[in-house]
C-alpha cells in the first residue's frame, strides 16, 4: 500500500481491525443494536473491486464495504482511486432520498478510510444474476426497476432542476474520472482493438472476436456513444446498472454498488439493466435439462424487459406532466405552453432516449462476451461449445441491434428481432 495512503488516514480493515473500527464508531454501533461486544464478521465480497463484509450482532447487522487503492480482481498492478467510495455513498443517498424502497440506507461514510457502512440486504435476497441463472421468476421486477430508474433520473435530470443546481451537481461528479476513464476504456475502447485484457471464449469465438475488432460499420456508432457518455450530462446514473447489481426476492428489489455514478446519457443505465437482461434470455439454453427446457422462463424475460421499458416510460412522462410547470429548465413552460406540442417534445425525447438504451445495452452486452469482465450467465454454462454458440447469439444480436438502433419505434419490435436472432 502506498505511503500516501497512510498519511492520508487508509489502512485496509481485516475481520479484527474491522470489530475495533465499529465499536469505535457510533453510528455503526447503533445499527447493531448497541451490542458490540460478541461481533460475527464475514467477508463476502465477490466483486472486482472491494472488500464487503456483513458485520452481525444479536441485535441486528449491518454491511462495511471498503474501497482499495486498487482493482481487487487483478491486483495491485492496477491502481484505482479509493475517491470512488465517496462517489458510491453519495450516490446511495442521493438515489435513496428519490427512491427510498429500492436503495439501502447509508448509515456511515468515512472518506478517509473509504469506508461505507449501510443497511445489511437479509436473506433470502439474492443477486439477480443468480436468480435468473437458477430459472427463477421476479413478479415485481418490472414494475420495481422501472420506478427506481423513472426517480432517479428524471428528478437529476433538467426535467426538474435549474440548470444552476444541475451544473453544480455535474461539476461534483465529474470528479469521478477514473472509474468513467475505466468504463470508457473497458465498453467503448478494448472490445474494438487487440488488448492484453480481451478475453473469449476460446477457440470457439476467435473469429467471433477477430469481426467485432474488423467491423468498421460498429466502430462508427461505438464512437458515437463513447462520445455520447463522455459529453451528455443528462442525469446522474447509478453507472453499473446490470443484474449483478440487483439484490430480489418475489416481492423486494434493492440497488447496490454505485460507484461508477456520474451525470451521463441516461440510457446508460437502461441499456446496461435491459442488455443484461438479453444476456440471461440468450444465456437460457445453456441452462436448460431434461426437467425444465427454459421455453418459458425465456418468454417471462422478454416480458420483464418490455415492461420494464414500458412502465418506465409511462412513470417517467407520469413526473414530466405532473412537475412540467416546475423548476426545470430543459423545456420551458412559457414556451412549450400547449398540449399538442407538449406531446411532441416528448415522444421525440422518449424515442430519443429508446435508441440510446438500445445503443449503450447492446456495447454493454459485447464487452462482456469479448472484453475483460465476463457474466456468470455464461461462465456457468460447463459445456464450452454449448456457452459458445448462446454467446455467439447474444453478440450477433447486440451488434445489430447496435447498428440498427434508430429503426426500433417501440420495445416490442426489439423482443421481435431478439427472437428472431434466437431462432436461426
Do not use: H
Given at each position: 500500500m502506498a505511503a500516501a495512503d497512510e498519511a492520508q488516514g487508509f489502512r485496509p480493515l481485516d475481520e479484527a481491525s474491522l470489530v475495533a473500527y465499529i465499536r469505535a464508531t457510533p453510528a455503526l454501533a447503533a445499527s447493531l443494536g448497541g451490542r458490540v461486544d460478541d461481533l460475527a464478521v464475514k467477508e463476502v465480497g465477490d466483486g472486482n473491486l472491494n472488500f464487503v463484509y456483513i458485520v452481525?450482532?444479536?441485535?441486528?447487522?449491518?454491511?462495511?464495504?471498503?474501497?482499495?487503492?486498487?482493482?481487487?480482481?487483478v491486483g495491485?498492478?492496477?491502481?484505482?482511486?479509493?475517491?470512488?467510495?465517496?462517489?458510491?455513498?453519495?450516490?446511495?443517498?442521493e438515489h435513496g432520498r428519490l427512491c427510498p424502497d429500492h436503495v439501502p440506507e447509508v448509515y456511515h461514510f468515512d472518506r478517509a478510510m473509504s469506508l461505507i457502512g449501510m443497511r445489511y440486504i437479509k436473506p433470502p435476497h439474492i443477486i439477480l444474476r443468480k436468480g435468473l441463472i437458477a430459472g427463477v421468476e421476479y413478479p415485481l421486477l418490472a414494475e420495481h426497476m422501472s420506478d427506481y430508474m423513472a426517480k432517479t433520473l428524471f428528478f437529476t435530470s433538467l426535467l426538474y432542476n435549474s440548470t444552476t443546481e444541475h451544473k453544480k451537481q455535474v461539476a461534483r461528479y465529474c470528479e469521478n474520472v477514473e472509474m468513467c476513464r475505466l468504463t470508457?476504456?473497458?465498453?467503448?475502447?478494448?472490445?474494438?482493438?487487440?488488448?492484453?485484457?480481451?478475453?473469449?471464449?476460446?477457440?470457439?469465438?476467435?473469429?467471433?472476436?477477430?469481426?467485432?475488432?474488423?467491423?468498421?460499420?460498429l466502430k462508427l456508432e461505438i464512437?458515437?456513444?463513447?462520445?455520447?457518455?463522455?459529453?451528455?450530462?443528462?442525469?446522474?446514473?447509478h453507472g453499473d446498472l446490470h443484474t449483478g447489481s440487483i439484490m430480489v426476492t418475489r416481492d423486494s428489489t434493492q440497488v447496490?454498488?454505485?460507484?461508477?455514478?456520474?451525470?451521463?446519457?441516461?440510457?446508460?443505465?437502461?441499456?446496461?439493466?435491459?442488455?443484461?437482461l438479453i444476456l440471461a434470455y440468450f444465456a437460457q439454453d445453456g441452462h436448460a435439462d431434461q426437467t425444465n427446457d427454459r421455453k418459458a422462463y425465456k418468454q417471462w424475460i422478454l416480458k420483464t424487459i418490455e415492461e420494464s421499458w414500458n412502465l418506465f416510460q409511462q412513470k417517467f412522462l407520469g413526473l414530466w406532466n405532473k412537475h412540467k410547470?416546475?423548476?426545470?429548465?430543459?423545456?420551458l413552460p412559457a414556451i412549450y405552453n400547449n398540449p399538442e406540442l407538449l406531446s411532441v417534445v416528448q415522444k421525440k425525447y422518449m424515442t430519443g432516449l429508446l435508441h440510446d438504451s438500445l445503443g449503450f445495452g447492446s456495447a454493454k452486452m459485447i464487452r462482456r462476451i469479448v472484453g475483460i469482465a465476463h457474466v456468470e450467465d455464461f461462465d456457468s454454462i460447463e459445456?464450452?461449445?454449448k456457452r459458445a454458440s448462446c454467446e455467439r447469439r447474444a453478440l450477433d444480436c447486440a451488434k445489430a441491434i447496435l447498428k440498427g438502433r434508430?429503426?426500433?419505434?417501440?420495445?416490442?419490435?426489439?423482443?421481435?428481432h431478439v427472437q428472431s436472432v434466437n431462432h436461426d
Open positions: 452481525s450482532s444479536d441485535a441486528g447487522s449491518v454491511v462495511v464495504k471498503q474501497a482499495l487503492p486498487y482493482i481487487r480482481c495491485d498492478s492496477w491502481p484505482m482511486t479509493r475517491e470512488r467510495a465517496y462517489f458510491e455513498a453519495s450516490a446511495l443517498r470508457e476504456q473497458v465498453v467503448f475502447s478494448d472490445p474494438y482493438m487487440v488488448s492484453k485484457y480481451n478475453r473469449w471464449n476460446s477457440p470457439f469465438l476467435d473469429k467471433d472476436a477477430e469481426a467485432v475488432r474488423e467491423d468498421d460499420g464512437a458515437e456513444l463513447k462520445s455520447m457518455f463522455i459529453e451528455r450530462a443528462q442525469a446522474l446514473i447496490i454498488d454505485p460507484e461508477f455514478a456520474f451525470y451521463a446519457p441516461m440510457g446508460y443505465d437502461i441499456g446496461a439493466f435491459l442488455g443484461n410547470d416546475g423548476n426545470g429548465e430543459a423545456y459445456d464450452a461449445s434508430r429503426q426500433f419505434e417501440s420495445i416490442e419490435q426489439v423482443i421481435v
